[in-house]
Every structure is written in C-alpha cells, then in structure tokens.
C-alpha cells in the first residue's frame, strides 16, 4: 500500500525530526511510504529538521491547521492509496499506525479514527470538554455517535476525494466527520495512545485564547452544516451510522 503521511507543523524543530524518523522506522514491509511535513510559516528550523530525517517539505504561509493539511495533500498529488494524517509534536505515537491503517488495508473502512488514551497531563480540561460538546452535538444532530476528534488518523484517497474538505484552521477534523457522515463513509475509531508533546509548547491547548479560538471553531463548523443532510437521504432503509 502506497502511505503518504502528512505533519502539520508550526515551529516545531525539537519534535518533528524525531516524528518523522519513527514514522519512517515502523513503515510495514512491502509498503511505500512518503512523509511529508507542512510548515505552516515556522521561525525556526522546523523544515530544514524534517527534511533532514526523510521528509518532504512543503511550505504553506496561509497560517491554519487545515491549509497545512491541504498542502501536503496537494504535494502528495494521486499517488497515494491513503493519507495518514499526525502532529508534529509528538503526541501521537507513529508505532501505532498500523492501528489506523489496518481497517483501510483490510478494506473494512474507508476512514479510521485515533480514539485518544491521554496520558497524565496531555490535555487541557478545555480540551476534554470541548470534545465532547463537539461530539455530542454531532449525535443530536445526525445521530452518529463518535468518541474523539484526534488528529491521528488515516483516510482511503478515494473516500477523502470525495468529501471535498476545505477548512482551512481547525474546523478541519470535525469538517472531515462531519462530511463523512454526509457521505455515508464506513468509518471506525481505535484507541490510540496521547502523550505530552516532546518539547515546546501548543500553539492551541498552551494559551486559553488558543483553546477558545479552536473550540469556537469547531462547534460553529457543527452549526454551519447542520442544515445539510446524508446523501441518499431518500433511502430509508439506510441511516447515517456507522456500519
């Protein structure tokens, strides 16, 4: 399976060289795998420490986590059978990933969600609550149940196509739910480890204006498209859930 993996980064030199080597360090035998970090406009040497370690670089200055996200997809063009998507802080573990990637290999969903573990103190109390608001208004809405809205994650091309994503700040991963549901994707979610970043601090969990700007966003991206309705809404033998 062709594996194009992409890193959202924002200055983050003293972690993302030791993502990238882990991921590159666990690829699965007779797979392909390209890593590709986004610098989001660093002021450091966040691409020249990727780069460094196997990495592509592309840079992006439109500042947000999803237009880094859009790049790498970009950059990465048709050749990859599945994006697996991870911060560059190193919170996720990339000895997990075959966790992710499994249900795609296996073809038993086309979407596969890191259902976070929090190590002690790898989140916020904001962060806690504001996921489950999130999630729980996505239930009331559509009647979908989801856990976590974690980053690490792992997407079939095709399916991802053909959600037409366009956020481009941190509506990006419930965008990405949201519209899965709308599509009616076979998604699932697998526990995944969620440790204390490697080093610096978060751009969005380390300030409270971080995590209020995040968590505006993603609660207005569940108002912005609660007006939309599942495809083959006519269909009434077949509801929005998760097969």
């Given at each position: 399976?062709?594996i194009?993996?992409i890193i ?9 060289g030791?993502?990238v ?5 666990h690829r699965r035998a007779?797979?392909s795998m ?11 040497d966040?691409g020249a ?22 790049a790498?997809?970009?950059a990465?063009g048709?050749?990859p ?10 919170s996720?573990r990339?000895?997990e990933?075959?966790?992710?990637l499994a ?6 969903a ?7 573990r ?7 109390l ?8 999130a999630?729980r ?10 856990d976590?809205l974690g980053?690490?994650?792992a ?5 991802y196509v053909?959600l ?7 509506g ?5 739910q ?10 699932r ?8 970043r ?7 969990s ?12 993603i609660?207005w991206?569940?108002?912005?498209n609660?007006g ?16």
């Open positions: 399976m062709r194009g993996v959202p980064a924002l200055n983050e030199a003293g972690c993302v030791e993502v080597r882990r991921c590159l360090a007779g797979d390209r890593v590709v970090v986004c610098d989001n406009g660093s002021a450091d966040t420490v990727a780069r460094s370690r196997g990495a592509e670089v592309v840079r992006e200055t439109r500042r947000g986590y999803g237009a880094a996200c859009l790498g997809i970009a990465l048709p050749w059978d599945a994006y697996l998507f991870l911060d560059a802080d190193g996720s990339p000895e990933m075959e966790r992710l249900p795609i290999r296996y073809k038993t086309a979407l596969v969600l890191g259902r976070r929090p190590a002690c103190g790898s989140m916020t904001p962060q806690r609550w504001g996921t489950r608001l999630v208004l996505m239930q009331l809405r559509w009647g979908v149940r989801y976590d980053p690490f994650r997407i079939r091309r095709e399916a053909r037409e994503m366009s956020d481009p700040t941190w990006w991963t419930i965008e990405m949201i519209n899965a549901i709308l599509h009616r994707l076979r998604w979610e697998v526990e995944v480890s969620w440790e204390r490697l080093a610096g601090r978060s751009k969005i380390g300030t409270l204006l971080g995590v209020a700007r995040a968590g505006t966003k609660v991206t569940v108002v912005r609660s939309r309705r599942p495809v083959y809404q006519s269909d009434r033998n077949r509801k929005a859930v998760n097969p």
